[in-house]
């Protein structure tokens, strides 16, 4: 794993992968300053509304893979946590639910932003919860996570200084995102979901070749390291939390979530915007062989006869979390090697434009334009251009910080996102299933959540100094607890919206339903859903 592996063709790779994204940025900076419109704002946050279903479906695969994703799904192949691909596939069912349900009204209803809609079934107060929320999880966690999982790259894989690698990914990244907008990163991002996936598709082939083939891992691995399944008792991923609590998580990542959803509302109809949802689906079959499987090749050569591969230990357990760039560097030829690497810094920089973006879109449509409702499109433009600089400035800053945070504290603050995404997930599907929900209902449903899952989260802090009577409510499975707080929240919701008198939905549907976009028949999209479905029921049967 040694960075000096890297010669003269993979920095010329690396060298090029960075030339040709500055070269595409430029491009299309330029193109988007001779073709401005009237709407500026519209054409900066969200691509002017003519994106095609390619380069959506794209962008929401490459926004979604980032860096210490790739690591991590990799290091769970290695550990036998192969249950952590369900995920994956899952995430499939959540772009459909996206596609078909609520595609048709976040586009008709021409919103911006999620707040934006929340706003327009429940109220100002919805929307105020929602805006804070994502932005201080998105700074607190995704922006610094994802900074520091490219300094790691760049020091582990290159050995390059660790802030100079920082520094060089977000400089980057910030530049294209402040002046291009979202069009800028969805095309980059694009580019970077080839690159990702070249890269990853030549580290499984090399290294079922250097082990001998898939019937190989299959003798060197015991029958639970190849299936997508384990016990209820499982602590885990019991397959009760895979079927019912991890959806909970995706419909508000992939359903709810100003991360992800931007793209969708940048489609330039309804038409495109579900084939693109139904095109990245299809893309998250992928991580399971190209991420997953690696993985379990790197155990494999781990514990083969006479293998050299072995992983390196850190306070005395095995670190399979280098299984990527173990791989990387043992296995692959010169190029192939510096295209991995490129992978892997394509990979957090999709995800750090794509935060940058969605944070920027949000603080200037659902809290500046707030303030200002009088601002011009240009002066819009001007302050989410000035709020990503901003973030770019609040990212590097928060650096220093995560040296206080050792001790899992760090992965804690991202649980939180496991905590708060129930409540949302719930207030958004009653409220588009249910007219009798009211937004009193979804306000206690919100709070009663926020309390909830922050009382769980102080309590693993405090795990060690917990009285007995405690301890059960931090023991729960992390999928469970999701579940558990998604049916209370649900039932808060229900309870005080039926103990008070209906809203009136007429209102709500005119805000809701304020534009007319007609779809075209939908014949290719139905075959392409079902055929999605029979595909991942082979995966479950086969990888029982």
Known sequence: MNHQQLNFLDHAVLIGYFALILVVSLYLIIKEKKTSTANASSDYFLGGKNLSWFVIGASLFASNIGSEHL???????????FPAAQFE????????LLGWLFVPLYLRSGVFTMPQFLERRYGPWARNYLTWVSILGYVITKIALTITAGGIIFTTLMGIDFWTGAIIVVVATGVYTIFGG?????????????????????????????????????KLTAPNYTSLWRPLSDPDFPWTGILFGAPILGVWYWCTDQFIVQRV??????????????FAAYLK??????????GLIAYALSVQAGSNFSFPLENGEVLYDAALPMLTMQLLPAGLRGLVVAGLIAALMSSLSSVFNSCSTL?????????????????LVKVGRIATGILVILGLAWIPLLDLLEGGLFQKLQSIQSYISPPIASVFLLGVFSKRITAKGAKYALLSGAVLGATRLILELNKTILPTSLSWYVDINFLHFALLLFLICTLVL?????????????????????RNNSEPKQGTNILLSIGLFMVIGVLWIVFS
């Open 182 to 218: 979202l069009k800028v990163v969805v095309y980059t991002d694009m580019i970077q979901m080839f690159i990702l996936l070249g890269g990853s598709i030549a580290l499984s082939f090399y290294g079922l070749d250097a082990l001998g083939g898939w019937s190989e891992v299959e």
């Open 285 to 294: 079959m992928l991580p399971l062989f190209i991420f997953v499987v690696p």
């Open 265 to 278: 509302l940048a489609a330039r109809n309804i038409d495109q915007a579900r084939k693109g949802t139904i």
């Open 363 to 379: 603080f200037t449509i659902d809290v500046y334009q707030r303030l200002k409702p009088e601002t011009s499109e240009k002066q």
């Open 71 to 81: 690591v991590g799904l990799a290091g769970a192949g290695a550990a036998g946590d």
């Open 494 to 514: 229900v309870v005080v919206s039926i103990s008070e008198s209906a809203p009136n939905f007429e209102k709500i549907k005119s805000l809701l339903y304020s």
């Open 89 to 96: 596939i899952l995430a499939a069912f959540m772009l459909l």
